[in-house]
């Protein structure tokens, strides 16, 4: 069964700190990699995608792919209150697209 | 970013009946459209694949007699909760692929509907 997994939390940082976020899947052939913020009641937002091993940047966020070890993470650095919401990974694990998210892991930036 | 809408955002219903959800791509075509669903504090659960004039995939465990989807033109694919009940409470989430995307697959995202059924 084609599982991805993440630590459900809450991950407690201070404002300013980096928050760090780790996903790890069970199908070796994925190829695409997602991470979408949630906030409560709401649908999930893309945040960063990454397809290749190694380091993508985008702002405050930088997204970490290791494909041998079957792991891929996202940096928060200078978090904020704003960025407090539930982080799902997700993998596109096929040709047909669709995506098997994880169960999410929440941050909770203290002020 | 592409947008997808959905409609209704919120519905409450009586148990027994039938309640539809439209997914709409506004800003492009989706041959393909993905619905989802998620309890409280739980992930999303993919539910099943829609293709444009063909019948939905379903994952293992959705009953298809229950949840009818149809997909019949590029920007518009309903589901619909046939003899709804307390347990089909949730939100429902549909997501699009431009159908003019790449290899990379990224989906987009409606805003969600929150089912309640009494």
């Known amino acids: 069964q084609k599982e991805v997994e993440q630590n459900s939390g809450p991950l407690s940082v201070p404002e300013g700190a980096i928050a760090s976020l780790n996903c790890t899947y069970s199908?070796?052939?994925?190829?695409?990699f997602f991470w979408y913020r949630q906030y409560s009641g709401k649908s999930p937002e893309l945040i960063m995608s990454?397809?290749?091993?190694g380091d993508k940047e985008d702002g405050r966020f930088t997204a970490q792919l290791n494909k041998a070890s079957q792991y891929v993470s996202l940096l928060i650095r200078d978090s904020q209150p704003s960025d407090s919401a539930t982080y799902l990974c997700?993998?596109?694990?096929?040709?047909?697209?669709?995506?098997?998210f994880g169960s999410g892991t929440r941050l909770l930036v203290r002020p | 970013g592409a947008v997808v809408s959905q409609h209704p955002s919120r519905v409450i219903c009586k148990s027994g009946t039938s309640v539809k959800i439209e997914c709409r791509s506004l800003?492009?075509?989706?041959?393909?459209m993905f619905w989802y669903r998620q309890f409280p504090k739980q992930s999303l659960m993919l539910m099943a694949t829609?293709?444009?004039?063909?019948?939905?995939?379903?994952e293992q465990g959705v009953e298809k007699d229950k949840f009818l989807i149809n997909h019949a033109s590029l920007t518009l694919s309903t589901l619909t909760v046939t003899s709804a009940h307390p347990e089909d409470s949730s939100f429902y989430i549909c997501?699009?692929?431009?159908?003019?995307?790449?290899?990379?697959?990224?989906?987009?995202f409606g805003e969600g509907s929150r089912l309640t059924v009494l």
């Open positions: 829609s293709n444009e004039g063909s019948k939905a995939t379903y």
């Open positions: 800003d492009f075509q989706a041959t393909t």
């Open positions: 199908d070796r052939v994925s190829q695409s």
């Open positions: 997501s699009a692929r431009d159908k003019t995307g790449g290899p990379t697959g990224e989906l987009f």
């Open positions: 990454i397809y290749s091993n």
């Open positions: 997700a993998v596109r694990v096929d040709s047909s697209y669709k995506l098997i």
